[in-house]
């Protein structure tokens, strides 16, 4: 099992990217998937999950309406559309699921929003 998250970088405040993990080693399509982002001396904290069938989302309350996730399962791959980017966006970002009882997570992506 492997996820693979890319796309970070050096944003200014306002503006946008796309994280994308890419899957492996499971049948994607079979599993709900997850955002984390852990700021820096702060806790790790859920940001968004997409489920396997229907792909529904759900969003923390602090990047409603800016995050959209979504996924393209021929592709093994999950995507977060992040616009309207504050500073207090700045964090890795992980993407994680769980194949009972073991969560499986990426290495992290980098996201500097700066102000």
């Known amino acids: 099992v492997q996820l693979v998250e890319s796309g970070g970088g050096l944003v200014q405040s306002g503006g946008s990217l796309r994280l994308s993990c890419a899957a492996s080693g499971f049948t994607f399509s079979r599993y709900g998937m997850q955002w984390y982002r852990q700021a820096p001396g702060k806790e790790l904290e859920w940001v968004a999950s997409?489920?396997?069938?229907?792909?529904?989302?759900r969003y923390r309350d602090s990047v409603k309406g800016r995050f959209t996730s979504s996924r393209d399962n021929a592709k093994n791959t999950m995507y977060l559309q992040m616009y309207s980017l504050k500073y207090e966006d700045t964090a890795v970002y992980y993407c994680?699921?769980?194949?009972?009882?073991?969560?499986?997570w990426g290495q992290g992506t980098q996201v500097t929003v700066s102000s």
């Open positions: 994680t699921f769980r194949i009972w009882p073991t969560d499986y």
């Open positions: 997409i489920e396997s069938n229907p792909n529904t989302t």
